[in-house]
C-alpha cells in the first residue's frame, strides 16, 4: 500500500513540474512611458501609418513580449507636438524589442521615460472601460521635490484613487526637448461612472495632497479650459 501512495505522490509530482517551472518562468510586468517628437506636417500622415502597419504591428508588439500598447499625440506648444507610448512588457531588453516595432520615418526615435509613480490598484480582469493619459510640464528646480512626494504617496491618497476604480497609474518624467522636461499620466478606469468617480477622487487627505504636488506643477498653454493635466488624443492601441 505504501508503494502504491509514492508512485501515485511521483505521478502527481511530474504532472506539476512543467505548470511549477512556468510560474517560476514568468517575468514581472514592467510599464513603461515613452516619447517621441513629431512635426506639424507630419501628423496626418503618421496616423494613417499607424493604420497601415497596424495589423503587422500588432503581431510585432506580441512576439517581442509587449502588450497594452497605447500611442497619444499631444501638443504642448503651438508650433511643438509630441507623442507619448505607453505599453506592458515582459521581456528582458526594452530598449531593443520595441526597437523592433515599425516606426514612420518622421518620427524621431522613442525615448523611455524614468516611472516616477506606479499603483497597481484594485486587481480586475477584462478590458477598461476608459483609459486615461494626459501630460504636464515641470520646472528643473522641482523635480527632486515631486519625485520624492511620489516615491512615499500618502496611503490615504492611494485608498481614494483605488475607491474611486482607477488602476495601472503611473506617472513619468523625461526631458524632450533641452531644458524642457514633462509628466506623462497613463491609468485605466474600471468603474461605471466616471465622472462621478473623477469627481470625489478629492477627498479631505488628497486636497492635502495637491497643495504639495500641484505648485510643483507647470500646466501647458494648450491645454483645454478647466484642465491641470492636459488630456491627450489617443492615436492606437493594441491590447
Known amino acids: 500500500m505504501t508503494e502504491y501512495k509514492n508512485n ?25 512611458g515613452m516619447c517621441a517628437a513629431i512635426p506639424k ?6 496616423k494613417k501609418f499607424l493604420i497601415e502597419t ?28 509630441f507623442l507619448f507610448g505607453y505599453c506592458q512588457y515582459t521581456g528582458s531588453n526594452f530598449q531593443k524589442d520595441i526597437a523592433k516595432i515599425p516606426n514612420h520615418k518622421s518620427v524621431a526615435n522613442w525615448t523611455a521615460w524614468q516611472q516616477v509613480f506606479y499603483n497597481a490598484g484594485p486587481p480586475y480582469k477584462g478590458k477598461p472601460a476608459k483609459r486615461c493619459a494626459s501630460v504636464i510640464g515641470i520646472k528643473e528646480e522641482n523635480i527632486l521635490a515631486y519625485t520624492q512626494l511620489h516615491a512615499n504617496p500618502w496611503s490615504d491618497v492611494l485608498a481614494s484613487i ?17 531644458n524642457e522636461y514633462l509628466l506623462f499620466s497613463y491609468f ?21 495632497w495637491w497643495t504639495y504636488t500641484d505648485p ?24
Open 162 to 178: 483605488e475607491r474611486c476604480n482607477i488602476r495601472n497609474y503611473s506617472i513619468y518624467l523625461g526631458q524632450p526637448e533641452p
Open 54 to 81: 497596424s495589423p503587422d504591428r500588432q503581431k510585432q508588439l506580441h512576439k517581442n513580449n509587449i502588450k497594452n500598447y497605447s500611442i497619444y499625440l499631444s501638443q504642448i506648444q503651438p508650433d511643438e507636438y
Open 188 to 208: 485605466e478606469y474600471i468603474g461605471d461612472d466616471f465622472s462621478k468617480d473623477m469627481g470625489r477622487i478629492g477627498d479631505k487627505v488628497t486636497h492635502v
Open 8 to 32: 501515485i505522490f511521483k505521478v502527481v509530482l511530474f504532472a506539476l513540474l512543467p505548470l511549477a517551472f512556468n510560474l517560476g518562468c514568468q517575468k514581472p510586468v514592467q510599464q513603461y
Open 41 to 46: 506636417n507630419s501628423i496626418d500622415q503618421y
Open 216 to 239: 510643483l506643477q507647470t500646466p501647458i498653454p494648450t491645454r483645454k479650459p478647466g484642465e491641470h493635466w492636459a488630456s491627450v488624443e489617443e492615436l492606437l492601441h493594441i491590447d
